[in-house]
């Protein structure tokens, strides 16, 4: 049997009552308030229930709770306890004094205590109240408060004005405030739902889980942050763990380390960045920034345009609707469906671009690049790695080495400059048959094939030739050392 | 309707009035006289007030909010939790036994907030158990949170040093009150707590 379970049995199980006296004393008292007069209450070891009504009178209600070894001393102990209700300075103060305890002599060891409050207050009344060791739940506050508890659960529900709670070691559950909210845990989760105004939330070993809320701001150090329908822009900060930002009606920032990103449908401009962690982001109206060291990028449909940095992982996005920027290490990049130019930079890695709007420019090392349907112009730069391009409709520059070199380029009549160079492997170069070119190839230990006619001049040799193709409107110059050049129609 | 100074004491009946009374007391200092006295004593009022013991009303406060339509308070189930809810039926049919055994004696029903003495030394017991248990785990650890400076080392180290500052408060509260159910029990979450922090320590480090 683990230790937990044998402490959960140990307070389960072994109950029979003996040795033990208990005493309940109730402490009842009417108070009437001065119009918006703030209530402050100052407790510990004991839950707090807050109510609230349309009239003046603050109702106070507590029961206190003994025990003892003997009957008398609980009596004795849970009679000195005192609640004192005054007014202090502009506040009415509720306050409960314990008696002092002193170990070995009245009050010592034996004793235990705890008081409960039901208080009924003004809802115009702004609260103050500080407690600790037990439960704090407000309803119905129709004006501003401090609360600050710890080591129990705090829940606010249905409060109007600005409302600032603080807890340590519990929970916090905030719902329906008309107003701001400015929240602060410690190691406890924090769960909020329709807020109205902004929201500040900090929170540091703790889950947070935020929906329908004005926008803000959310700090967490070691904690799951999860926001749903935000009605502004909202920056989130944590690490080690994840963040998933769905439905803000605003630009977003999520700053994690270490833990996953999710944006999802953002109104405005997506900020992300983390670090050995999957960033996917999905249905953004304004640009996205990705900065994320050692994490795979993913992402779909971004009506801005996209900036996107990341080493030793996956990139993976398509449908941007302007132009995209790459630039990684180490990883396979993978555009589809860009409106704009593209320009993505990486190493040894994989580069495919598809349906591209404007410009495509790689600078890759190491790694192929595979590109089709290509509106502007391609200019590639790689090496030891194969590169693919279909379906090009600007000019095509690619400078390889140790790697082949496939083209075609579609643009029939218009023809665009093509210029190629590689070694070690074969360059093959596919034009429309009314395609004209002036012809300038070159190679060393390979051969030189056109399968369209071409009109030489100059110098005839196995390895270099110059000449026209049509009206030769257009430079074509491919460059090879020990490799073949082709030219296909 | 005109307003006149017979109408004034009509106002603290039919407050509509007063706007009237207002318009009629800028030309009448005796109203505007009477209007200002009014006014002062209705300040002044509410201070005057003193508190007063009601014993009698919460009962009908609680039954009204208890008709009140109620909304569903969004709790996880945890073993905390059902370990306070399970100890406060059991701790509550204990007492009801005990209070119905001994029910010539009069005295006020044993209450659900606090341990008896068995419980209490089984607790304790267990407490020790789990923090020699901790005392075990903290050795494993050790090393890894002394010797990696990696951030995440770091924000366990942190965590761990919360910890180890809410145990001694708590310890510390428990001391003064240690029959007390809801501190025993926020104490075992706090150990809780450590043990899983320090488990995922040494977890990761063995998986590196």
Redesign the interface.
């Known amino acids: 049997m683990n230790k937990r379970t044998s402490l959960c049995l140990a307070l389960f199980l072994a109950l029979p009552a003996f040795g033990r006296e208990d005493y309940t004393r109730n402490f009842d008292k009417t108070v009437t308030m001065q119009a918006a007069q703030r209530l402050r209450v100052e407790h510990k070891f004991g839950d707090i229930v807050v109510h609230t009504h349309a009239n003046p009178e603050l109702v106070i209600h507590a029961v206190i709770r003994t025990s003892a070894s003997d009957a008398k001393e609980a009596r004795r102990y849970a009679e000195s306890v005192r609640i004192t209700v005054e007014p202090a300075g502009s506040d009415m103060l509720i306050e409960t004094v314990y008696p002092k305890q002193e170990a070995g002599g009245w009050f010592g060891r034996n004793v235990s205590y705890s008081v409960n409050f039901e208080i009924l207050m003004p809802d115009s009344s702004p609260l103050a109240l500080r407690n600790s060791f037990g439960a704090v739940s407000v309803n119905d506050l129709k004006a501003s408060s401090e609360i600050a508890t710890s080591h129990g659960r705090l829940e606010f529900r249905n409060g109007r004005g600005n409302q600032r709670l603080e807890n340590s070691f519990a929970p916090i559950s905030v719902s329906g405030i008309a107003g701001e909210l400015d929240l602060s845990d410690t190691n406890g989760d924090i769960d909020i739902a329709d807020v109205t105004g902004g929201i500040d939330v900090r929170d540091r070993f703790g889950k947070v889980t935020v929906s329908r809320t004005g926008g803000g701001k959310i700090v967490d150090g070691n904690g799951a942050v999860r926001a749903n329908t935000i009605s502004g822009p909202l920056n989130i900060t944590t690490s080690f763990a994840p963040v998933n930002a769905n439905d803000i009606k605003g630009n977003l920032i999520v700053h994690n380390q270490n833990g996953d990103i999710e944006a999802i449908a953002v109104k405005g401009a997506a900020e992300l960045l983390t670090g050995f962690a999957l960033v996917h982001f999905e249905n953004v109206a304004g640009p996205v920034t990705v900065h994320a060291g050692n994490s795979g990028i993913r992402g779909h449909n971004v009506q801005g345009s996209a900036i996107l940095q990341n080493s030793f992982a996956p990139v993976d996005v398509s449908e941007i609707r302007k132009d995209a920027s790459v630039t990684s290490q180490n990883g396979n990049v993978s555009l589809a469906d860009v409106g704009e130019g593209v320009t993505v930079k990486t190493s040894f890695g994989l580069v495919k671009a598809e349906r591209v709007g404007g410009a495509l420019r790689v600078e890759n090392q190491n790694g192929g690049v595979n590109a089709s349907s290509i509106k502007g112009g391609v200019n590639v730069k790689t090496s030891f790695s194969g590169v693919n391009l279909d379906a090009v409709g600007g000019s095509v520059e690619v400078e390889n080495q140790n790697g082949s070199v496939q083209v075609n380029s579609t643009r029939g009549k218009v023809c665009e400059p093509i210029s190629i160079r590689t070694s070690f492997a074969p360059v093959q170069v596919r034009i429309p048959s009314d395609g004209g070119y002036t012809v300038s190839a070159k190679t060393s230990f390979g051969n030189i094939h056109s399968d369209l006619p071409m009109l030489v001049s100059g110098l005839l040799t196995q390895d270099s030739v110059n000449g026209k193709i049509g009206s030769g409107a257009c430079p074509m110059n491919l460059i090879n050392q020990n490799g073949n050049i082709d030219i296909l129609k | 309707m005109k307003f006149e100074c017979k109408d004034l004491e009509r106002c603290l009946e039919v407050p509509e009035l007063m706007a009237d009374a207002s318009e009629h007391a800028r030309d009448c200092a005796a109203c505007r006289r009477e209007l200002w006295i009014w006014s002062e004593m209705s300040n002044v009022a ?2 005057l ?10 009962p009908k ?2 039954a009204q ?1 208890a008709a009140q339509p109620k ?1 569903k ?2 709790r996880r189930l945890d ?1 905390r939790l059902l ?1 306070a809810v ?2 406060l039926l ?2 509550a ?3 009801a ?2 209070w119905y055994q001994t029910r010539s004696h009069p ?5 659900s ?7 209490l030394r ?2 304790e ?3 020790q ?2 923090a020699r ?1 901790i005392d075990k785990l903290s050795k494993l650890a050790q090393p890894k949170i002394e010797n990696a400076g990696t ?2 080392i770091a ?1 366990y180290r ?2 761990l040093v ?2 180890d500052s ?1 145990i001694a408060d ?1 310890k510390s ?1 428990v ?12 104490l ?3 150990y ?2 450590k ?1 899983e922090t320090l488990q995922e320590i040494v977890r990761r480090e063995q998986k590196n």
């Open positions: 509410s201070s007030r003193e508190q007063w013991d009601t014993p009698e009303l919460w406060i609680q909010l909304r308070p969004v073993w370990g399970a100890a059991l701790v049919a204990a007492g036994l005990s005295r006020s029903a044993p209450s907030d606090f341990l008896t003495e068995q419980t089984e607790v017991q267990a407490e158990s789990y248990s951030p995440l924000a942190e965590k919360l910890l809410a708590m509260s001391g003064q009150n240690r029959f007390n159910t809801h501190l025993q029990l926020e075992a979450a706090l809780k707590q043990q």
